[in-house]
């Protein structure tokens, strides 16, 4: 077990560069087994779920080499097992990919449940839905999903909510169906966008990824592709409110600035200065920062995953800030343990009041899950004196050397190993 100890109140000043998306990664591995041939993905993040996945891959008869830590050559060739077990994906929420790959090369998927993050149910019957209407019957018994089908034939699928998951699972499964299909209602995000790009270097046909309406023409066969995923748009909003938290000077670096737009009107509207370029993103943070409303929402709205960050920054800005959490039922939980760093905040179901605070101060905190992980160092970074956070595992999901990173700005932060 590690833990992470922060002396905090340390400004933070520099250049920062952020490493390719764990949303898009995550997708666009499974994807890679779809071509029956050999992709090369690279600008991935060094991170656990990363290595979680190839070797899930690498377990139905996939073949995965790292060319470097940030590039992955998978050979797909060779599967012959379109069974994924709870304890090669346990850890993870993106195992459900694995159903929408293997329904549409194979029309057959057996799947564990996902796993992840214990902060709300992950209901998949948007999944369901969608690869019934394809022309797959699925099952879910004993802890697996079972999908199968004579043949895939296009739909026109209407999600009953914003799904990423279910909008990309269909995608997957559809790329080979005969005939058109049809994704209304479909979520937006830059992963989606990232993953139907790579599907479409290996052949698949897909317009309208990033608008609420994609359509995917089934094609006969898919080839082999090499291809840079996006940079990871939460990664660079954890950097961006560290450098608020510190009032510091950071230079974020390797990103999309249009996909930090929710972002950063916001760092504006609490006294921020907020200057974009090309591919970065450089926050300058005054000595008062003003506290802000939030309600998080599918993109282009303000995300969910950068929720437990703001409300850090939130309970040391001047004033009270409220955050209405729309995505998930439970994120909250992680605020038990910001409480103990001297935040003040209250709970009422979705909602959160923030009443900011002069100081926080440091102690000894445990991650709930990824993100709330990602809170609490910023809040840590933040507090007089030390902060140790356990459960350190759950940052280590989604963030690649998250502590080098930070001490490259000036932070003191160390790793322990128990």
Same mark, same amino acid.
């Given at each position: ?8 109140? !340390? ?13 898009? &990664? ?18 991935? *993040? ?9 070797? #899930? ?14 590039? %992955? ?25 694995? %159903? ?11 799947? &564990? ?82 993953? &139907? ?59 999309? *600035? ?49 929720? *437990? ?72 970074? #933040? ?9 350190? !595992? ?16 000036? #932070? ?7």
């Amino acid at each position: 077990m590690s833990r992470l100890i922060i002396n905090g109140q !340390k400004r933070l000043e520099g250049h920062v560069y952020i490493s390719g998306a764990k949303n898009a &990664a995550v997708a666009i591995i499974p994807a890679a087994i779809i071509s029956n041939d050999i992709c090369v993905i690279e600008n991935l *993040p060094v991170i656990e779920d990363v290595i979680i996945l190839s070797k #899930a891959i690498e377990k139905i008869g996939a073949s995965c080499e790292f060319r470097d830590e940030h590039t %992955l050559i998978i050979d797909s060739r060779n599967i012959k097992s379109c069974y994924a077990a709870y304890d090669s994906i346990k850890k993870i929420r993106a195992s459900y990919y694995l %159903l929408g790959a293997l329904l549409g090369r194979f029309k057959k998927a057996e799947v &564990a449940l996902p796993g992840g993050c214990n902060f709300g149910v992950r209901p998949i019957d948007q999944h369901i839905k969608g690869f019934e209407a394809l022309g797959a019957k699925v099952t879910v018994e004993h802890g697996m999903i079972k999908a199968i089908a004579s043949k895939l034939v296009g739909a026109n699928i209407f999600l009953d909510i914003v799904s990423v998951g279910a909008t990309i699972n269909i995608m997957l499964a559809a790329v080979f169906a005969e005939g058109t299909t049809i994704i209304e209602n479909a979520a937006k995000e830059p992963h989606v966008v990232d993953t &139907a790009n790579f599907l479409n270097m290996m052949g698949a046909k897909i317009k309208g990824a990033g608008t609420d309406v994609i359509r995917i023409l089934g094609v006969e066969n898919l080839h082999g592709a090499q291809y840079s995923i996006i940079p990871d748009q939460i990664e660079a909003g954890t950097y961006m409110i560290s450098a608020a938290i510190t009032h510091g000077d950071v230079m974020v670096h390797n990103i999309i *600035p249009k996909h930090m737009d929710s972002l950063s009107a916001k760092l504006r509207e609490m006294n921020c200065n907020v200057e974009e370029g090309d591919d970065f993103i450089r926050v300058i943070a005054k000595d008062k920062l003003s506290s802000s409303n939030i309600k998080t929402m599918t993109y282009p709205g303000f995300p969910t995953d950068l929720q *437990p960050q703001m409300t850090a920054l939130l309970s040391v800005a001047n004033g009270t800030g409220v955050i209405t959490e729309t995505v998930w039922e439970n994120r909250f939980q992680y605020i038990a343990e910001l409480k103990r760093l001297g935040a003040n905040i209250k709970v009422d179901n979705k909602i959160a009041i923030i009443n900011g605070t002069k100081n926080l101060t440091g102690a000894q905190v445990c991650a709930t899950d990824l993100r709330a992980g990602a809170a609490l160092v910023i809040a840590g970074l #933040a507090a007089q004196g030390q902060t140790e956070i356990d459960n350190v !595992k759950y940052i280590d999901r989604g963030y690649e050397q998250i502590e080098e990173k930070f001490r490259m700005l000036g #932070a003191d932060i160390k790793r322990v190993d128990d």
